[in-house]
C-alpha cells in the first residue's frame, strides 16, 4: 500500500509565501517522477511543476520564477516552495509520484491540501 500524505497548506496574503510538503510511503521499490497539481474551483487539475529522479523539473508558465520545487530521495518527500503568491494561485494541491512497486510503475495521488491566497 503507497500512501502520499501532503502538508503545509493554508491562508496566506498575496505577495506571502507558503512551503507544501509531501511523503510517500509504503512498500517502494523506487519513485520515478514527483510533482506537484492543483485545482481551482470550476477549473480543471492542472500541472504545476515535476521533478524527475535526476533532478529534472519542468514548471508551468505561471509559477516560473515564483516557485521552487526540491526533492529528497533519502525521505521519499518532495516540496514546493511557493513565494510571491497571487490570488489566482489559490487552489487544492495535490502531490504525485510515480511508485516501482513490484516491476511495475504506477501513479498515485495525495489527499490534496488546500492554499488560499487573499487580503
Known amino acids: 500500500q503507497v500512501q502520499l500524505v501532503e502538508s503545509g497548506g493554508g491562508l496566506v496574503q498575496p505577495g506571502g509565501s507558503l512551503r507544501l510538503s509531501c511523503t510517500v510511503s509504503?512498500?517502494?521499490?523506487?519513485?520515478?517522477?514527483m510533482g506537484w497539481y492543483r485545482q481551482a474551483p470550476g477549473k480543471e487539475r492542472e500541472l504545476v511543476v515535476t521533478i524527475s529522479n535526476s533532478g529534472r523539473t519542468n514548471y508551468a508558465d505561471s509559477v516560473k520564477g515564483r516557485f521552487t520545487i526540491s526533492r529528497d530521495g533519502a525521505k521519499n518527500t518532495v516540496n514546493l516552495q511557493m513565494n510571491s503568491l497571487k490570488p489566482e494561485d489559490t487552489a487544492v494541491y495535490y502531490c504525485?509520484?510515480?511508485?516501482?512497486?513490484?516491476?511495475?510503475?504506477?501513479?498515485?495521488w495525495g489527499q490534496g491540501t488546500q492554499v488560499t491566497v487573499s487580503s
Open positions: 504525485n509520484a510515480d511508485v516501482v512497486l513490484g516491476g511495475r510503475s504506477s501513479t498515485y
Open positions: 509504503g512498500s517502494i521499490f523506487s519513485i520515478n517522477a
